[in-house]
Every structure is written in C-alpha cells, then in structure tokens.
C-alpha cells in the first residue's frame, strides 16, 4: 500500500498523532500528578513518538501514542520520584468495616468534585493508571492489557483493588455520611484547585 | 456471603467486556442475587461520583503550540486531503455497515416477528445515520428547557427530556426522525465518546411484543415502556452501562 507508506511519512505526523494531545496530557498529568511536569513529560513523548513514526503501522493511533506517553511518565517518575513507584497501598489500615461498605453507595454519591480527584490521585500508580484508562479513557481490558503489557487477568485486578481502595479513601475523608449535601457542578472549581490534590 | 461471580461476571459486566447473551445470563442473575446487585450499584455509583467529578484534564493550547513549535519542520502539517479521506471512508463504512445490517437482519432466522426486526432495523439506521457530520441534532443544547420546547408543535406528543449529566450522560441535543412509519422525537446524549440516541413515541403505536435488549452489528439496542411512552435507546456503549442509562430515564 503505497498510500499508507505515504501516510506514515513525517507529513502525517501531525494528523494522526496531534489529535490525541488531550488524552496523552490527561494520562501523563495522573501519572505524575503535576501539571508542569505532565507537560514537559508530553512534549517528550511528542518528540520520541515523531521519531518513532516511521515504525507505526497504522491501527490505534491513540493506544500508540498513549504507550509512549506512558513509558516516558515511569521514566520520568523513576528519575525525579521514584518513592512513587514503590508506594504501597497499607490495605490492613485503608480496608472498610462490614458497616462502612453497606453506606457506601450512599458515601459515593455526595463525594464531592475535589475528594474524588484526591482520592484517585493518592491511589498507588499501578491501581490509578488502569482507573484512568479504563474510566476516562473508557478502554477495554484488552486494550489496557496491550497498553501496560501486563495480562487481562491483572488489569482486572488492578481495576478492582483500584476500585476498592477508591472507595475506602473516599470512606476516610468523610466518615460520615452526610445527606443533602449539593454536589459541586463538574467544572465549578478553580484551575488552583487542582494544586491541592497534589503530593508535595 | 459472597456470590461467586461476585469476584470475575460482576466487574465484566460492569465493564461492558461481557456478549449480549452472556450479559442477559448476567442479568437474569441479578435478579436473584441482591449481594451482586448490591455492589453494582456500588459500581455505578463510584462510577457516576467520577464521571461527574470532571476528572479529565485536557491539554492546555499552550502546550500543543510547543510542540508544534518542537517538531521539526517537515512534521508541520502537509496539503494532505487527510480530513476529507477519512469523511470518505467514514461514509463508506456507515454504507458497509448499513448494508450488513440490513442483510444481517434479513439473514436472521426468526428472532421475533418481521415488524421487531424492521423496527430495530430502522432504528440502527437511524443511529448510523445520525452519527454522520452534520446530522446528530437539530437543536442542540444541554438544556432540557431548551430542548424540550423545542418538539413543540413539531410531533403530535410531548417527549420528556431530562439531563443526566450529574450522573455522566450529558444531554446534547434533540431532533426529528422517523420510525415506524411516524415522526418520533430523537434525544442525543454523550457517554464519553460515544453517543447515545433515544428514540420516544407514544406507546399505543409501538409494535406488539418488541423484545427488551437486542443487539445489531455492534449496536446495542433497549426497548421500554414508560408513562404511557415508548423509548428504544441506541448506541455502540456496552449493555451494562446503557442499561443503568436507561434506568435514569426511567426514574
């Protein structure tokens, strides 16, 4: 296919790959939990993905680039903070009581905007990457597989200790289940607000 | 005690990753089981406090100004008729699909009486051609009060539109179309990236006998009665999540 060849060339770079900005930026922006540094770890994805270029055959573009991103993420994690790649989640502390699980449906629904970005960011980075692929993302296991290299069987069960150490995050910041409580509009908070999610 | 399809059937289903036929079996277990039905809306719960915590950070301009500026120059975008190919091919394969769906359902041996399968035919018709540029909505707005007003005087009922974007399926608009042989009112909602297209007419000219779930060359079809209304939602979202969709609608 003489076309395709073509449009594996330089040229196309832009096209193909540009397009999928947002979510490399979200991935990498929950990877390092830092807006700044999710930058500069995108602009080097950008660069090594251009030279890679000539090796991508066409298929998911977005899996492809999402890849790449990732990996430059873990080096730039392991370089600058590699305490956040051997965190361990304690689950003998973090784990609900019988009691606590059964207020849980009612718990997560007034959980506002900002405990629920604080709680997904301070997952371990195993557990919040496949949360993020798999819910903002809205990958399938498949696809999340291929994409951290790891068998189905462990992305399902990093989705469901992710899931459950979500929730027993969200369960300590507010032991007690308040009703009424107005849920903040998506959007309503301020860029700073983002800041306080963050790790020092 | 736990349910032993607690730990592997639930989160599957959960995650749209099982068949139609192995989510229907799932359902039917839901039923019977108030420990899985438990937890799944635990799930979707979670699931709705995330979607609505907008948690997506998209790429500030300044960033891809960078990197356009980064790239060397021959990477600059080059007088390829990328956008209008890719329309192209796009539209060929809505035909495809078209033609599959049509030869599809003719080709199935008797799921359900001819009249189902026109209904469901048309309705996938509709959704495919829906999704081309230009033709998801005739208003569009998240505005229930915008949207609803709108079919007035338009259809000889009034649909009821509410917004589920609290619970992560925004409305984004409404439009005309036609099924079974009459105007229906069609409501366009977003899941992430895929759409979803609620079909509404009144219940007293829906066919007899329409199943509950069917699935079409990929798209996922649910059928329901409600008010004296009758719904068909349409997307290529998978069963669990259209059905606790559907769900809203119908509180």
């Given at each position: 296919?003489e076309?395709?060849?073509?449009?594996?060339?330089?040229?196309?770079?832009?096209?193909?790959?540009?397009p999928?900005l947002?979510?490399a930026?979200?991935?990498?922006?929950?990877?390092?939990?830092?807006?700044?540094?999710?930058?500069?770890?995108?602009?080097?994805?950008?660069?090594?993905a251009?030279?890679?270029?000539?090796?991508?055959?066409?298929?998911?573009?977005?899996a492809?680039?999402?890849?790449?991103?990732?990996n430059?993420?873990y080096?730039?994690?392991?370089?600058?903070?590699?305490?956040?790649?051997?965190e361990?989640?304690?689950?003998?502390?973090?784990?609900?009581?019988?009691?606590?699980?059964g207020?849980?449906?009612?718990?997560?629904?007034t959980?506002d905007?900002?405990?629920?970005?604080?709680?997904l960011?301070?997952l371990?980075?195993?557990?919040?990457?496949?949360?993020?692929?798999r819910e903002?993302?809205?990958?399938?296991?498949?696809?999340?597989a291929?994409?951290?290299?790891?068998?189905?069987?462990?992305v399902?069960s990093?989705?469901?200790?992710?899931?459950?150490?979500l929730?027993?995050?969200?369960?300590?910041?507010?032991p007690?289940?308040?009703s009424?409580?107005?849920?903040?509009l998506?959007?309503?908070?301020p860029?700073?607000?983002?800041?306080?999610?963050?790790?020092? | 005690?736990?349910?032993?399809?607690?730990?592997r059937?639930?989160?599957a289903?959960?995650?749209?990753?099982?068949?139609?036929?192995?989510?229907?079996?799932?359902?039917?277990h839901?039923k019977?089981?108030?420990?899985?039905?438990e937890?799944?809306?635990?799930l979707q719960?979670?699931?709705?406090?995330v979607q609505?915590?907008?948690?997506?950070?998209r790429?500030?301009?300044?960033?891809?100004?960078?990197?356009?500026a980064?790239?060397?120059?021959?990477?600059?975008?080059?007088?390829?008729?990328?956008?209008?190919?890719?329309?192209f091919?796009?539209?060929?394969?809505?035909?495809?699909?078209?033609?599959?769906?049509?030869?599809?359902?003719?080709m199935?041996?008797?799921?359900g009486?001819?009249?189902?399968?026109?209904?469901?035919?048309?309705?996938?018709?509709?959704?495919?051609?829906?999704?081309q540029?230009?033709?998801?909505?005739?208003?569009?707005?998240?505005?229930?009060?915008?949207v609803?007003?709108?079919?007035?005087g338009k259809l000889?009922?009034?649909?009821?539109?509410?917004?589920?974007?609290?619970q992560g399926?925004?409305?984004?608009?409404?439009?005309?179309?036609?099924v079974?042989?009459?105007?229906?009112?069609a409501?366009?909602y977003?899941r992430?990236?895929?759409?979803?297209?609620?079909?509404?007419?009144?219940e007293d000219?829906?066919?007899?006998?329409?199943?509950q779930?069917?699935?079409?060359?990929?798209?996922?079809?649910?059928?329901?009665?409600?008010?004296?209304?009758?719904f068909?939602?349409a997307?290529d979202l998978n069963l669990?999540?259209?059905r606790?969709?559907?769900?809203?609608?119908?509180?």
């Amino acid at each position: 296919m003489e076309e395709k060849r073509g449009s594996v060339q330089a040229g196309a770079f832009e096209q193909v790959v540009l397009p999928h900005l947002d979510a490399a930026y979200n991935l990498a922006r929950w990877l390092v939990r830092n807006t700044h540094d999710a930058e500069d770890v995108v602009q080097e994805a950008y660069l090594r993905a251009f030279k890679f270029f000539g090796g991508y055959e066409g298929g998911d573009a977005r899996a492809w680039v999402l890849k790449i991103v990732r990996n430059t993420s873990y080096t730039f994690l392991e370089k600058n903070r590699p305490a956040d790649l051997s965190e361990e989640f304690d689950e003998k502390v973090h784990t609900g009581t019988a009691e606590q699980l059964g207020a849980e449906a009612a718990l997560v629904q007034t959980a506002d905007t900002r405990m629920v970005r604080e709680a997904l960011n301070e997952l371990p980075v195993n557990f919040r990457e496949v949360l993020v692929l798999r819910e903002l993302e809205g990958m399938s296991y498949k696809e999340i597989a291929e994409m951290i290299g790891k068998p189905i069987g462990t992305v399902m069960s990093g989705l469901a200790r992710g899931r459950t150490q979500l929730r027993d995050r969200l369960l300590q910041m507010r032991p007690e289940v308040r009703s009424n409580v107005p849920r903040d509009l998506p959007g309503d908070l301020p860029n700073k607000e983002e800041q306080r999610g963050l790790r020092k | 005690m736990a349910c032993e399809n607690n730990e592997r059937l639930l989160p599957a289903y959960f995650d749209g990753e099982l068949d139609v036929v192995r989510s229907i079996e799932f359902e039917e277990h839901l039923k019977t089981c108030p420990q899985c039905a438990e937890d799944l809306s635990d799930l979707q719960a979670m699931r709705s406090s995330v979607q609505s915590a907008n948690l997506y950070k998209r790429a500030p301009e300044s960033l891809r100004s960078r990197i356009r500026a980064a790239l060397p120059a021959e990477a600059r975008p080059q007088p390829i008729p990328m956008p209008r190919r890719r329309t192209f091919e796009w539209l060929a394969v809505a035909a495809a699909t078209l033609i599959a769906v049509v030869l599809g359902a003719k080709m199935l041996p008797n799921i359900g009486s001819e009249k189902q399968n026109l209904i469901a035919e048309e309705i996938v018709a509709s959704h495919i051609r829906s999704l081309q540029p230009g033709h998801l909505y005739d208003v569009e707005s998240t505005d229930q009060h915008t949207v609803k007003p709108w079919f007035d005087g338009k259809l000889d009922f009034a649909p009821p539109v509410i917004n589920l974007a609290d619970q992560g399926f925004p409305l984004i608009g409404g439009r005309l179309d036609y099924v079974g042989h009459r105007n229906v009112a069609a409501l366009v909602y977003q899941r992430q990236k895929h759409f979803i297209n609620v079909f509404v007419w009144p219940e007293d000219s829906k066919p007899a006998e329409m199943p509950q779930v069917q699935a079409i060359q990929g798209y996922n079809l649910v059928f329901w009665s409600h008010n004296g209304m009758y719904f068909c939602a349409a997307s290529d979202l998978n069963l669990a999540e259209l059905r606790q969709f559907t769900q809203l609608l119908e509180r």
